[in-house]
C-alpha cells in the first residue's frame, strides 16, 4: 500500500475529532461544519465519515453521556488516534509547503 | 418554549430501522433527534419534517447500509445447509417418490420447451428483417359472385403510383409471382423459385449479402441467387458475373450478388430474384375484370416512414383510385385497399392468390393451450406428489416449528425443494430436448433449430414457466404446513378443514384436462383416419402425374404419350389440364331450364378421353367422349355429380350447354355424360362442379400427364424419365406420386396428430403418476378407518370400491365439465375441413371410459392395499 490519503471531507470530518475532543460526536461535528465552514452537510455523511476513519484506525470511539434533547439515546465519542494525529500533521505539513512554491509577489503585483 | 421530542416520528424510526445496521442505531437517531429537536425550535415542524426526512434517507448509501452484519446471512446459509441434507436423506429413505417427481417435471418440461419452441418459432415469421414494423403488404378486396373476397395480391400498376405525392411511402416494391424456373448454366440445370422484383426489394427487406449489394438488381438482365441455388448451379466457382439462362428463353442473366440462403421464418420462399421488367398501366379493367384483374397482380410491398398512418395511406391510395376508375365504378366492385403488417402475414388466414408459405394460427393456439395444460397439470402433480412426500416428513416439520422456525423459514425450505428438484428435472429435459431433437423436427416442424433454444424470447419464456412452477408447486404444500398444528405435524396426520377439499380441487382440475385431452385426441385421429381413407372418387393408389415444362410442344404430347404407353407397366396414360390438388379453370356455363338460362360457374378440365380410365372414375349415366370422333372435340362435355345438382338438371344427358352467348354456336356443346364426384382437392375443400371436355380442336397440350402403373414404382419411373429426357433433353421430369401428394397435403395435420398424441399420453402418465401417489396417501391416511369398517365386517373389496369410489366421484364431475369443452374446441378445428367426422355419442363415452380405467389403474393398486389391510396392525398406531 502506498502513502495513506485523506479526501477533503474526511481532514475536516478528522479535524473537528481533534479539535472537539471530549465533544466530538456526529451531530456536534456537522454543526461545526455547518457553522464555521458555512456549507449544507447531511448527518449521514458525517457518520460514514467517521466509520470510514474508524476503519482505516484514525479515529477510535466510545459510547458517552446522553441529554434529553437526544431523547435519552447515548452519544458514540470519537478521539482521534495517534495515527490520525500524525496523518493530520502530515498533511498540514505537505500543503504548506506546496503553499510556500507559489511566488508570494504575484498577489502584489496585481 | 417546545419540550424536546423524546423519539423520532414513527415514520422516521422505521425508516431508520430498514435502513442502518442494529449497532449503529442508537447512536444514528440520537443525533438525529438532537438536530431535529433544534430545528424544530428554529424552523418549526414542517420544516423540521422535511429535513429529518432527507437526513434519513441519506443513510440509504453504500457506506451505511453494508455495516450490516453478515451474522445473520451465515446463520440463514447453515440453515439451507441443513434443509439440503434433510431433502437428501428424504430422497434416499423415498426414492420412488423423488423418482417421479423429478420424472414427472422432467417429462412436463421437456415437452413444455417442445411447445415454446413451436410456438416462438411460429411468432417469429418475417421479424428479422430491421424495419419490419414499418414493412406492409397491400392487400385489396373484390366482390365476386356477390361476396367479398380478400387478394393477397395487388394490380401491378399500383406500385408506379406511389413513387410521387404518397407522404406516407418510404418506399415500395412488387414481386410478380411465377412458377418454378429450369436455370440453366453449360450443361448444368437446376430447378428453383426466380421471381422478377424491383430493384428497391433489398432497401424494403433486410437479406444478408455474400457477394454483391442491395444495388445488385438495379441493372438489367442482373439476378440474385441464394447460397444454395448458386452452389448447385456453381459448385465451388466465383458465382459473381457467371451467365446463365432461365426457361431456356433467350435472355441472358449475369449473377451480380448472392445472398445468404432465407432464413427458415420467413413467408417469403424464393431462391433468385431477376428484376421486374413489366411495365403495366393503369386501366379501370383490372380492376372489374375477375380474369384482368389476375393477370395484372403482383405483390406489392410498402415500407412506411417512421410515424406514418397507415389509414391516412389506405385512404390516399383509394382517392388516388377514383380518379382513375370513378367512385361509383369502384364502389359496385367493392374494391378495396388494406395494409397488413409483414409479421402478420404467416399466421392471418389464407388470402386468395397469396404468396407463399403460411402458418396456421389454429396450431399455435392447439400447441400453446397443451403447453398450459401441461404446465398445469405438471404442477398438480408435484403438489401431489409432494403432499405424499412431505407427509412423511411431518415429524421434522414439527420438529423445526417446535424449535422456533418461522413461517417464512418454512417456505423458504419448501421453495427450496421445490426449486431443487425443477433446476434438476431442467437439466434432464435440456438433455432429453438434446437427443430427441432429430425426432422433433421430424414430427413437429422441420424448420426448428436447436439454437432457437438460446433465444431471447425462448429463454424468457422458459425462465416464466420455471418460475411459475416452482411457484405454484411451492405455494400450496407450504400452506398446507404452515397451517397445521404442531401436535398434528409430530403425530404425523394432516387434519384441516378444506385442505381436502383443495386436494379435492386439483384432482378435478387434473381430470378435466386428462379428459378434454383424450377427447381432442380422439377426435383428431378419427378425422385423421377419415381424411386418409375418405374416397377421393378416383384411384389414387399406383397413380403418377408428371409437370411438363413450359414450352411443352402439342407434338411432344403426342410422342411422349404414344412412348409412355409403351413403356412394361404403364396401363393408362392422360393429359389433362387440372393439377391434382387444386389448379383449375372456371367459366361460367348456362343451361335452359325451361323458364330462363341458368348461368352457373364450373371448374373446367381439358383432357384427353383417357382421362375416365386412367384416374379411375366411375361413368354413372351416358357415355364418356370420344377423341376419334370429331363431333365430340370441344362439344361433348361431362360433368359430375355436383354440376348435375348446380344447374339443377333431371335429365342431364344431352341437355344443351351454353358458354359465351356473345360468340354463339363457337363455345356450346351437349352433355353426354354423368361422372362420379371427384375430390381431386384436399378435403379442407368441398367438391366443386366440375365439367370434363376435350380440348379445343384435340390439339391444346395440357401441362399435366397422368399415368397408371401397374407393378413396381422404382422400375417403371426410371423409364417415364428416360422417355422424357429423350423427347425434352436438358429438363429433369418434374413427378409426384399422387398418394405422396395427398399425404404430404395432409402433413400439418398429421404433425399435429403426432403431437397431440404425445402431449395426450405425457398428460395421462403424470395425471396416473399424481392419482397413484394421492391414493396412496389418503389411503395411509384412512388406514385405521380401513382396519375399523374391516372389524366391523367390512369385505377387502368393500374397501378398495369405497377408495376407488372417492377418486370416480371426481372424475366423473370432471367429464361432465370437459365433455362440453372438448366438443367446442374441436367444433372449433374441424370447422377448417370441408369434410369432416361427426363428433358423436358414442366418442364421449369412449372417452369417459378411457377416463374411468384410468382411475381404476392408477387409484387400484393402493385401493388394493387398504382393502387387504390387517386390523390388528393399523388399529392400535398411534
Not at chain 2, 436455370?183 to 426466380?194: A, K, P, S, W
Not at chain 2, 405425457?762 to 372389524?791: N, P, Q, T, W
Request: aromatic share 10%; hydrophobic share 45%.
Amino acid at each position: 500500500m502506498g502513502r495513506d490519503f485523506l479526501g477533503e471531507f474526511e481532514e475536516i470530518v478528522l479535524t473537528l475529532v481533534a479539535a472537539l475532543q471530549e465533544d466530538a460526536y456526529g451531530a456536534a461535528i456537522a454543526e461545526q461544519i455547518v457553522q464555521r465552514l458555512e456549507r449544507e452537510v447531511a448527518l449521514s455523511a458525517v457518520h460514514v465519515t467517521l466509520y470510514r476513519l474508524e476503519d482505516k484506525g484514525y479515529v477510535t470511539s466510545s459510547t458517552g453521556g446522553a441529554t434529553s434533547e437526544r431523547g435519552g439515546r447515548r452519544k458514540r465519542i470519537y478521539t482521534i488516534t495517534s495515527a490520525g494525529l500524525a496523518l493530520l500533521k502530515s498533511m498540514k505539513e505537505a500543503r504548506i509547503g506546496l503553499w510556500k512554491m507559489v511566488p508570494q509577489l504575484k498577489t502584489t503585483m496585481k | 418554549m417546545m419540550e424536546d421530542q423524546s423519539s423520532l416520528p414513527r415514520w422516521a424510526e422505521r425508516l431508520l430501522r430498514a435502513l442502518c445496521p442494529e449497532h449503529l442505531y442508537e447512536e444514528i437517531e440520537g443525533d438525529l433527534l438532537q438536530h431535529y429537536n433544534r430545528k424544530l425550535k428554529q424552523e418549526g415542524k414542517r420544516s423540521a419534517n422535511r429535513l429529518l426526512f432527507f437526513n434519513v434517507m441519506g443513510y440509504a448509501r453504500p457506506g451505511i447500509l453494508l455495516r450490516h452484519t453478515v451474522r445473520k446471512p451465515s446463520f440463514g446459509m447453515a440453515i439451507m445447509g441443513n434443509y439440503f441434507l434433510t431433502s437428501y436423506r428424504h430422497v434416499l429413505r423415498d426414492k420412488v417418490n423423488s423418482i417421479f417427481k423429478v420424472a414427472g417435471l422432467a417429462l412436463a418440461l421437456f415437452s413444455m420447451m417442445v411447445v415454446i419452441l413451436y410456438v416462438s418459432f411460429q411468432l417469429s415469421f418475417d421479424r428479422y428483417h430491421t424495419d419490419y414494423k414499418r414493412i406492409y403488404r397491400v392487400n385489396t378486396g373484390r366482390l365476386e359472385n356477390g361476396t367479398l373476397e380478400q387478394y393477397g395480391v395487388t394490380p401491378l400498376a399500383f406500385g408506379p403510383m406511389l413513387a410521387s405525392g404518397f407522404t406516407d411511402v418510404e418506399t415500395y416494391t412488387r414481386l410478380d409471382v411465377s412458377n418454378g424456373s429450369h436455370l440453366r448454366y453449360n450443361d448444368r440445370v437446376v430447378y428453383g423459385g426466380v421471381f422478377p422484383v424491383d430493384s428497391t426489394w433489398f432497401d424494403v427487406f433486410t437479406y444478408e449479402f455474400i457477394h454483391g449489394s442491395r444495388r445488385a438488381l438495379v441493372q438489367s438482365n442482373s439476378i440474385v441467387l441464394t447460397e444454395s441455388l448458386a452452389r448447385k448451379l456453381f459448385g465451388e466457382e466465383d458465382p459473381m458475373q457467371k451467365v446463365l439462362t432461365i426457361n431456356n428463353d433467350g435472355t441472358l442473366y449475369a449473377v451480380t450478388a448472392v445472398i445468404k440462403d432465407i432464413p427458415d421464418n420467413s413467408h417469403i420462399r424464393v431462391d433468385a430474384f431477376v428484376p421486374l421488367r413489366r411495365t403495366d398501366n393503369f386501366s379501370a379493367q383490372q380492376i372489374m375484370s375477375p380474369v384482368d384483374f389476375v393477370e395484372s397482380a403482383g405483390v406489392l410491398f410498402v415500407k412506411l416512414r417512421e410515424g406514418a398512418d397507415p389509414e391516412r395511406f389506405v385512404s390516399q391510395l383509394e382517392k388516388t383510385l377514383d380518379r382513375y376508375v370513378g367512385r361509383k365504378q369502384r364502389a359496385a366492385t367493392g374494391f378495396g385497399v388494406s395494409l397488413q403488417p409483414l409479421s402478420d402475414i404467416y399466421l392471418s388466414p389464407p388470402l386468395k392468390y397469396e404468396f407463399t408459405r403460411k402458418g396456421s394460427l389454429v396450431y399455435v393456439y392447439i400447441f400453446s393451450v397443451l403447453g398450459l395444460f401441461l404446465l398445469v397439470i405438471a404442477c398438480i402433480n408435484y403438489i401431489n406428489l409432494s403432499l405424499a412426500g412431505f407427509m412423511s416428513r411431518s415429524r421434522e416439520m414439527g420438529v423445526r416449528k417446535v424449535l422456533g422456525g418461522k413461517r417464512s423459514q418454512m417456505v423458504m425450505q419448501v421453495t427450496l425443494d421445490t426449486l431443487t428438484y425443477v433446476l434438476i428435472a431442467l437439466a434432464i429435459s435440456f438433455v432429453m430436448l438434446y437427443l430427441l431433437f432429430p425426432s422433433i423436427q421430424q414430427y413437429i416442424e422441420p424448420a426448428l433449430r436447436f439454437s432457437f433454444v438460446t433465444s431471447r424470447t425462448v429463454v424468457v419464456m422458459i425462465g416464466m414457466v420455471l418460475v411459475a412452477l416452482t411457484g405454484i408447486s411451492a405455494a400450496i404444500p407450504a400452506g398446507w404446513f404452515m397451517s397445521n398444528s404442531v401436535a398434528n405435524d409430530l403425530r404425523g396426520v394432516y387434519v384441516r378443514d378444506g385442505r381436502l377439499n383443495v386436494g379435492n380441487t386439483l384432482l378435478l382440475v387434473q381430470f378435466v384436462i386428462s379428459i378434454t385431452c383424450i377427447g381432442a385426441t380422439l377426435t383428431v385421429s378419427r378425422q385423421i383416419a377419415f381424411i386418409h381413407n375418405k374416397d377421393l372418387g378416383i384411384d389414387r393408389q399406383n397413380l403418377l402425374v408428371l409437370t411438363m415444362a413450359e414450352d411443352f410442344t402439342t407434338d411432344r404430347m403426342i410422342s411422349l404419350k404414344e412412348r409412355l404407353k409403351s413403356i412394361a407397366g404403364v396401363t393408362h396414360v392422360s393429359n389433362s389440364s387440372f393439377r391434382i390438388g387444386g389448379g383449375y379453370w372456371k367459366d361460367w356455363y348456362s343451361v335452359d331450364t325451361g323458364k330462363e338460362m341458368k348461368s352457373v360457374e364450373l371448374y373446367e378440365v381439358f383432357s384427353d378421353d383417357a382421362l375416365f380410365e386412367t384416374l379411375g372414375m366411375t361413368v354413372l349415366q351416358g357415355r364418356v367422349f370420344n377423341a376419334q370422333q370429331a363431333a365430340d372435340s370441344g362439344a361433348a362435355f361431362v360433368i359430375n355429380e355436383t354440376a348435375v345438382r348446380a344447374l339443377g338438371l333431371a335429365n342431364p344427358v344431352g341437355t344443351r350447354i351454353v358458354t359465351h352467348p356473345e360468340e354463339p354456336g363457337r363455345w356450346e356443346g351437349t352433355i353426354v355424360g354423368v361422372v362420379n364426384d371427384i375430390n381431386i382437392n384436399t378435403l379442407h375443400h368441398k367438391i366443386q362442379p366440375l365439367v370434363m371436355r376435350l380440348p379445343w380442336q384435340n390439339r391444346y397440350p395440357e401441362y399435366f400427364v397422368y399415368v397408371r402403373i401397374d407393378g413396381h414404382a422404382a422400375t417403371i419411373i426410371p423409364e417415364i424419365k428416360r422417355v422424357y429426357q429423350q423427347l425434352q433433353p436438358g429438363y429433369p421430369l418434374e413427378f409426384d406420386l399422387v398418394d405422396d401428394f395427398y399425404n404430404h397435403e395432409y402433413e400439418a395435420e398429421n404433425r399435429a396428430y403426432t403431437s397431440l398424441q404425445f402431449g395426450t399420453l405425457v398428460i395421462l402418465l403424470l395425471s396416473a403418476l399424481g392419482i397413484f401417489s394421492l391414493s396412496v396417501y389418503l389411503s395411509m391416511r384412512r388406514m385405521k378407518e380401513f382396519g375399523i369398517r374391516k372389524v366391523l365386517g367390512a369385505t377387502a373389496e368393500h374397501i378398495a370400491c369405497r377408495h376407488v369410489w372417492h377418486f370416480m366421484r371426481v372424475a366423473m364431475v370432471a367429464a361432465g365439465v370437459a365433455l362440453p369443452i372438448t366438443y367446442m374446441l374441436m367444433g372449433e378445428w374441424l370447422g377448417a375441413f370441408a369434410y369432416k367426422v361427426d363428433q358423436d355419442a358414442i366418442s364421449a363415452v369412449i372417452v369417459v371410459i378411457i377416463a374411468f380405467a384410468l382411475v381404476i389403474v392408477s387409484a387400484g393398486y393402493a385401493a388394493f392395499r387398504a382393502g387387504a389391510v390387517n386390523p390388528v396392525k393399523v388399529i392400535n398406531t398411534v
